[in-house]
């Protein structure tokens, strides 16, 4: 079998990455002529931790291949995945119209079987759509089975994930489709679940809206541990020994961001207010996330006085660390909010860009820690970059106006920046 991938971001390119990896012939189709050129040459177009070299090895080997030929490529395959985005609407809802344009590209194009994956993250019933899709744009009457096989990687971790996942989901009302898919993946030992399309669209959801769900708990709850005068860190900790909860996700911080969880939870949100089956859980989840960076701000407000004119300095702007994703990241609501205020931002990320816009032309980008700290009057740490701990901060001091650390991510041990000197805050960890 040869494996069209339709999509080569994250998930297309770690998708097409794994297939070459286990053996099989793969071609990755992307409308982007540039991403397709930089493939082409084994280069990425975005940052993601060992991908690359794997990328570039089966490039050069022949078993990666990557065009932007739609046609001659939908043809030239029997099994093709979906990898394309599935962004929010303005109401929340996904957008479905990129995988409404692959799904039309598909039905035109074919000329016998193809098995249609998806692996992007669609709403319950989408598998449906698809179908419908694909059947009004086929010029000649051709079989065809789709499968849902919804991904799980995380950003930064995506090669670890996506060779070694935890479950794989499929979801088909079809025995030719799950048997062609059990052969795909027959070198993986992990757990399956064939069960209906529409269960394996809501394990998705299900799935990231629980994670937020934890995420935002602790949050709120390091809110009252400030008030307590208890460290979140130690009681996540107390927390996580309890295998019935785990101790992952249990982080308290400004919040999640990323591609994925501010998208999938509103999703979730808009089915189930569809269906008149409210998951108000969620709403929570989402006011208490959307309120979290300015839980910090307003610590370091009240201990500045108001930010106009005052030099701030930001580390970190990815929404997580090992990525240079800014989708949803917490840092740019901070930065927004600074500049509204009137303050001077000063910004260091080891590998996100600021993206262009108006607003930010005022903001010093600079290219180390220590540049961003020269003079400013209060550091806030956004994403727990590993080179921020190895950072010397008692040296550090010295480069600062004033050595005011509000820590984001609960980072930094409290008592050891304080002895350095440092008027340090992090969120319910400041006991
Ligand atoms: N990013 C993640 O970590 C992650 C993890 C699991 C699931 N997902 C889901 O996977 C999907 C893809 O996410 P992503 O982050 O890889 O998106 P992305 O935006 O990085 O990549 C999507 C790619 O699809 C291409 N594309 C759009 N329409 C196309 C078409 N008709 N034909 C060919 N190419 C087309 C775009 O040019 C782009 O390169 C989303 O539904 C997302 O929710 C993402
Ligand atoms: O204890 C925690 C853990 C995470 N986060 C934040 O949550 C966000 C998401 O982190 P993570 O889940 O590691 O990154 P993603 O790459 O967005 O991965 C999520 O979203 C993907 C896309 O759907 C899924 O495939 C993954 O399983 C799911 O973990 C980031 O902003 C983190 O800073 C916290 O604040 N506290």
């Known amino acids: 079998m040869k494996i069209l991938i339709i999509g080569t971001g994250y998930v297309g390119a770690t998708t097409a990455m794994v297939f070459a990896e286990i053996g099989w012939q793969v071609t990755g189709l992307d409308i982007d002529a540039g991403k397709i050129e930089r493939l082409r040459q084994g280069r990425l177009h975005f940052y993601e931790p060992g991908l690359e ?22 043809a030239g395959h029997d099994v093709i995945f979906l990898c394309v985005g599935t962004p929010s609407r303005p109401d929340g809802s996904a957008d479905l119209s990129y995988i409404q344009q692959a799904a039309e590209d598909i039905g035109r194009s074919m000329n016998g079987y193809k098995l249609v994956v998806t692996k992007s993250t669609v709403p319950v019933g989408t598998q449906e759509q698809i179908k419908s899709w694909m059947k009004a ?23 670890e994930d996506a060779l070694r996942p935890d479950r794989i ?104 207010r569809k269906h008149e089956a409210n998951l108000h859980i969620l709403d929570q989840v989402v006011e208490v996330n959307h309120t979290q960076f300015a839980y910090l701000l ?21 929404f997580k660390p090992d990525t240079d994703d800014i989708r949803e990241a917490p840092a740019l609501r901070m930065i927004d909010q ?12 080891p590998v996100a860009p600021l993206p262009v816009r108006p607003s930010y032309g005022v903001v010093t980008v600079c ?39 509000f820590d984001g991510r609960n980072m930094m041990d409290a008592g050891r920046m304080r002895g350095f000197g440092y008027y340090y805050q992090g969120i319910g960890n400041d006991h």
Request: glycine letters at 6%; proline letters at 4%.
């Open 367 to 405: 290219s180390s820690a220590e540049e961003a700290l020269r003079s400013a009057e209060a550091i806030i740490l956004c994403t727990e970059w590993p080179e921020f701990g190895q950072l010397d901060w008692e040296g550090a001091k010295a480069l600062l106006a004033e050595p005011n650390f």
């Open 169 to 272: 989901v499929i979801g088909t009302d079809s025995t030719r489709a799950t048997e062609q898919l059990q052969t795909l993946y027959r070198s993986f030992t992990c757990p399956w679940i064939v069960t209906k399309p529409r269960t394996a669209e809501l394990i998705k959801y299900a799935s990231n809206s629980f994670l937020a769900t934890k995420i935002s708990y602790m949050n709120e709850l390091a809110r009252l541990c400030d008030k307590l005068e208890v460290n979140v860190k130690e009681v996540a900790e107390g927390m996580g020994l309890d295998p019935r909860i785990g101790s992952s996700f249990l982080q308290a911080g400004l919040g999640y961001g990323g591609s994925c969880f501010p998208k999938d939870v509103s999703e979730l949100i808009m089915t189930s």
């Open 338 to 349: 600074l500049l509204l205020e009137q303050a001077n931002v000063r910004l260091f990320d």
């Open 53 to 74: 070299e794997l990328i570039s090895k089966h490039v050069q080997s022949g078993r990666l291949r990557f065009t932007t030929d739609k046609e001659t490529a939908i």
């Open 298 to 318: 307003d610590k370091a407000r009240s201990r500045l006085g108001g930010f106009a004119h005052k030099s701030i300095a930001i580390l970190g702007l990815a």
């Open 137 to 159: 744009a086929q010029r000649q009457p051709s079989h065809f089975d789709v499968a849902s096989n919804p991904e799980f990687l995380r950003e930064g971790k995506a090669v």
